[in-house]
């Protein structure tokens, strides 16, 4: 048994199997120049920090409003850009603040249109973020965490030790960054009651969220997102934020593996859709294939997923099913999964997911007969069971493969290995 560290204002919170626990609560690297970033700052905090670097707080209150649309709505980065601050607010600003955007390492693109990047922090984390286009909606699988600490069996990324939480500003970047790959910031005049620049057109189409590629998100990436509640919440309270990304919550979507103390308050406090790791109807598979289960059994998680709030039949909670060949595929176990369903009467749906292969797992995919027979089941119980069409496996992009190469190092080895890397400059 061991305990992920949170912030401050986490609770420390058991997680059973092997961990490697974040060693401490830390503070932000400070960057170098010792500007503050606003990336992932709501408003409130936008004006908090203006007002400790000078600003009174009518004027506070009004630049923060000002930067909140400039920084989400509109995507800059540069302040000069911002054409409704007066040009010695602009240099002022500029001076003491920065708007980041996470440091690209790679970005790859699948045979299929899947795209992955894998980001640098800037303590020299690494972390990764993938785009799946389709005809009807483009989803952002965000990750919440570097590494994780769950062990899942069938999941890359759970063989990763936990280095640390990401930032709300690293979540918020992740979405930052795929909209500027995308192009998909407004031009014109956006419809806004903020000023318009006087060297942009006032007949230039005025902005809509409709034609974007980037429709959707899921908090699907690396990392359980309830072990960085606090953070998770924070960053997407931005990405709700109707004068900012305004992305709906009914476009988001948290999965979790089965943090059942957490789940009430992601209702109350986040309200977006909820997915839910399931993966076995058995304990004795379940507990092989995602550990917590030995906390916190099918179930007790089935019971906090009927408690749930904002599940309802407009709302459908999605099971996770990854279909692992001989493990967890059988008639029988469809049959489970709907009297499970049934049982605690819960608005379902079950997506099922064909195993996606990594190198040194154990396990196999099932076959497309077998899955299409255990998909038959699932339906035929009234309960839709969608196959899901793998995606980026050529890139390592697709469910269950992310990875970074992110490991926990010890200070010795960072110290050594940035002695080498002086060594080898000269």
């Not at 918020?172 to 909209?179: F, N, P």
């Not at 997407?236 to 009430?264: E, F, H, N, Q, Y």
Request: charged share 25%; hydrophobic share 40%; with cysteine.
């Amino acid at each position: 048994m061991g305990a992920i560290m949170q912030s401050a204002a986490n609770p420390i919170m058991p997680i059973p199997g092997l961990v490697d626990p974040v060693p401490v609560p830390r503070a932000v690297t400070p960057r170098a120049d010792g500007r503050t970033d606003l990336l992932g700052l709501s408003r409130p905090q936008i004006k908090s920090v203006l007002e400790e670097a000078g600003l009174d707080a009518k004027a506070a209150k009004l630049r923060s409003k000002q930067l909140f649309h400039w920084l989400y709505h509109r995507g800059e980065t540069d302040f000069e850009a911002m054409t409704d601050l007066a040009k010695p607010m602009r240099g002022w600003m500029a001076e003491r603040f920065v708007v980041g955007r996470p440091q690209v390492v790679e970005a790859q693109v699948s045979n299929d249109g899947t795209r992955k990047w894998l980001l640098r922090s800037d303590d020299g984390q690494d972390y990764e973020m993938v785009f799946i286009p389709d005809a009807d909606r483009g989803t952002l699988c965000v990750s919440s965490q570097v590494g994780c600490t769950l062990n899942c069996r069938f999941c890359h990324t759970g063989t990763m030790r936990l280095v640390r939480n990401l930032t709300p500003g690293e979540i918020v970047g992740q979405v930052m960054l795929a909209r500027d790959a995308l192009g998909e910031w407004p031009k014109g005049n956006m419809g806004s009651a903020a000023a318009v620049p006087d060297d942009e057109d006032e007949d230039a189409p005025q902005y809509s969220p409709d034609g974007r590629m980037l429709t959707n998100i899921v908090m699907m990436g690396m990392g359980e997102p309830l072990y960085n509640f606090e953070h998770v919440r924070d960053a997407l309270k931005v990405v709700m934020d109707g004068d900012g990304l305004a992305l709906s919550r009914r476009r988001i979507t948290l999965s979790t593996s089965g943090v059942i103390p957490m789940m009430a308050r992601a209702s109350e406090e986040i309200g977006v859709n909820l997915a839910v790791s399931l993966h076995a109807v058995t304990k004795e598979v379940r507990d092989e294939l995602v550990p917590i289960n030995r906390k916190y059994g099918i179930e007790e998680l089935l019971q906090a997923c009927a408690d749930y709030p904002k599940a309802s039949n407009a709302r459908r909670i999605t099971f996770e099913y990854v279909m692992i060949k001989d493990k967890n595929d059988s008639d029988e176990d469809a049959r489970e999964l709907v009297r499970l369903i049934r049982k605690y009467k819960l608005p379902a749906k079950v997506n099922l997911i064909p195993f996606n292969p990594w190198p040194g797992t154990d396990y196999e995919c099932s076959t497309p007969d077998r899955i299409r027979a255990f998909s038959s089941i699932v339906f035929e119980g009234g309960i839709s069971a969608p196959v899901r069409t793998p995606r980026g496996r050529d890139i390592m992009a697709a469910c269950g493969q992310l990875k970074s190469a992110s490991e926990k190092k010890s200070r010795a080895e960072l110290d050594r290995l940035a002695e080498e890397k002086q060594a080898a400059l000269g």
